[in-house]
């Protein structure tokens, strides 16, 4: 009973460790399955980004070369009409030129940046410059062909053209330093997408992989301390029933032996009374005597059976009536002994109201019977609601309810400290039968009663100086 | 002797010489019959004429064979014997045997007495109650 309570109070424990451990370890990988999301989300987002900006920069490269082409095909074309006066390559040149436009405005909104803008429009600007120049030369056919204007002309064109060429040439070179930049953040980020994906993943999975095995122990566990626990209701049910059938033996046919005992004594001294000596007389005495008492057991033991099946329902109980009630019952007793019985005003509560009066009773005339020879017994009844952490030796389940606290504490002869538990084990006396009448079942039946209720009766005492019996009743009860 | 006669069915032999002693004791002049179970008793009853019907039957509950519930059952549900009047004599004190024996028609239910003196006593009563205070079939 004992190991069994203690392995039950290690068990509680371990679950509650585990409890918590189950929900710190929850909690812990969540927060890192949030916080490694949220890093995971905004590298992606840069990654996002760098690849925008990787693919910005390929287009505007792109662009600039085909910006880069149009113009050379222009100064091509521009100078073999110079040359040739072919009107094939003036018509080129204006194609070319009317194409250099959307791709230099194309330029224009690609590259931002200020510094590399500014290079953008003065590209454009010198595009300009250069067309302003010289398109006279194949606009209008009739334009002088003075050998050294043209030469004139030509070198203030090679002049912007050159010009031209170190702008593109620097656009270019900046251009493809960004490109090699962005790419390498780009890189970078995608390597780190790519550690964080398998992070995720190997948190993630440690958390499945333990919270699987923790359920699955504890469900095996659990089966096993189902099966462990409808073992013990099986074994409970049929040492009850074994409890019944031995109720009704004694009941039966225990009784009847005993009565054949008494009757033929009985009868033996009847009719042979006169022929029997003194010391037979005194032996047939005994053997009617003990078979009295052996009957009284019997009947005792029955009434505690009795208590194990009560076979009633609970209902809400008036502890001020049953008080009452045993008083009435008690009444003559209580006159004889002018016995004082003062009490607090007591709660009601669901139990079983036969076995609550029996409770009262025997406490009570426990108390009158222990009394001191020559001094009334006076008995007092006090009340208050407890926590269960106040109750000792407590099932550690009890521990967080309320119970009521019932005291009788009575000016009785008392009894030794070292038997406050002895005096609740059936058939268990402190004094001979010539002191104190009765079998020592009456606080049998108070614990018998009291853990039918679920509660817990404790008693306290000195000899000579009273005692003192505490009973605990749970707030809520939780009979069936 | 007086023409009309009790009946006693019970399948232990110390309580039959018992009763006997008791009734003895007593002086009832009755002729008691004694059965050692319900079997014998209802064999008795069918072969006994209306005329001498006993002035009632002290009835054992537990017996083999046919037990007390048994026999009370047959007695009660028979036009001819259902008026002999039944007393249940025995041990048990259980509610439910007491209950269940009103219910099937006993007459009376009385628990088998601890003590020789008692039982003598007892039996001077339900003599009494049965032979001479309360009128019954003849």
């Known amino acids: 009973m004992n190991l069994t309570s203690l392995q039950l109070l290690n068990r509680s424990l371990d679950e509650r460790q585990l409890i918590w451990t189950i929900r710190f370890l929850f909690g812990i990988s969540i927060l890192l399955i949030i916080a490694l999301s949220y890093s995971y989300h905004t590298i992606n987002q840069e990654l996002i980004h760098y690849s925008e900006r990787v693919d910005h920069t390929q287009r505007t490269l792109i662009i600039l070369e085909k910006t880069t082409s149009k113009f050379y095909q222009t100064i091509y074309h521009g100078r073999t009409y110079l040359l040739l006066r072919d009107e094939a390559n003036k018509r080129a040149i204006l194609e070319n030129i009317r194409e250099l436009n959307p791709l230099m405005d194309e330029l224009d909104s690609l590259i931002t940046p200020p510094p590399l803008n500014r290079r953008v429009k003065e590209l454009d600007a010198t595009m300009d410059q250069l067309y302003e120049r010289t398109h006279v030369y194949w606009t209008d056919s009739t334009y002088s062909t003075n050998r050294q204007e043209q030469e004139a002309l030509l070198r203030e064109a090679s002049v912007l053209i050159e010009q031209a060429n170190r702008i593109i040439n620097d656009l270019n070179k900046a251009e493809t330093k960004l490109m090699h930049n962005r790419m390498q953040s780009r890189d970078n980020y995608k390597q780190q997408v790519y550690r964080y994906n398998w992070v995720i993943m190997l948190v993630a999975l440690v958390f499945l992989s333990s919270s699987f095995i923790l359920l699955d122990r504890e469900l095996r566990r659990n089966n096993l301390y189902r099966i462990e626990l409808e073992n013990k209701v099986e074994n409970l049910n049929r040492s009850n029933s074994e409890l019944e059938q031995f109720a009704y033996v004694a009941s039966h046919d225990l009784q009847e032996p005993l009565r054949k005992i008494q009757s033929f004594s009985d009868r033996l001294l009847l009719k042979h009374r006169h022929q029997l000596k003194d010391d037979a007389l005194i032996m047939l005495d005994k053997i009617n005597e003990s078979a009295q008492r052996m009957q009284l057991l019997i009947n005792d033991l029955l009434a505690f059976s009795r208590l194990v099946n009560p076979g009633y329902k609970a209902q809400q109980v008036d502890l001020n009536e049953v008080l009452e009630e045993v008083k009435n019952n008690l009444s003559e007793t209580i006159k004889e002994q002018n016995a004082v019985i003062i009490s607090a005003e007591l709660p009601s509560l669901e139990a079983y109201p036969v076995q609550m009066t029996q409770l009262f009773q025997n406490l009570i005339s426990n108390s009158i019977k222990y009394s001191k020879p020559e001094v009334s017994p006076r008995i007092a009844i006090s009340y208050r609601l407890v926590g269960g952490a106040e109750i000792p030796d407590i099932k550690p389940a009890h521990k967080d309810l309320q119970f009521h606290r019932i005291e009788f504490a009575d000016n009785g002869i008392g009894f030794s400290p070292e038997y406050a538990e002895k005096i609740f084990v059936i058939f268990q006396r402190l004094h001979g039968r010539d002191e104190f009448e009765g079998t020592g079942i009456g606080l049998a039946i108070c614990r018998r009663v009291i853990s039918n209720h679920n509660g817990y009766i404790i008693a306290e005492g000195q000899e000579g100086k009273g005692a003192r019996f505490f009973i605990y009743l749970p707030l809520q009860p939780f009979i069936s | ?138």
């Open chain 2, 1 to 138: 002797m007086i023409n009309q006669s009790i009946l006693m069915a019970d399948d232990d032999a110390d309580d039959r010489f018992l009763v006997q002693a008791a009734f003895e004791d007593n002086n009832i002049p009755h002729h008691i019959l004694f059965f050692e179970d319900g079997e014998q008793l209802l064999n008795h009853l069918s072969t006994t004429s209306g005329d001498n019907a006993p002035s009632f039957i002290l009835l054992d509950l537990n017996m083999p064979k046919r037990d007390g519930r048994e026999v009370l059952k047959v007695l009660k549900s028979d036009k001819h014997l259902r008026s002999i009047p039944i007393i249940i004599f025995s041990t048990s004190k259980a509610p439910d045997d007491v209950n269940s024996s009103y219910f099937l028609g006993a007459n009376s239910y009385v628990v088998k007495p601890s003590s020789y003196e008692h039982l003598k006593d007892v039996i001077q009563k339900i003599s009494d109650f049965w032979l001479n205070t309360a009128m019954i079939p003849s």
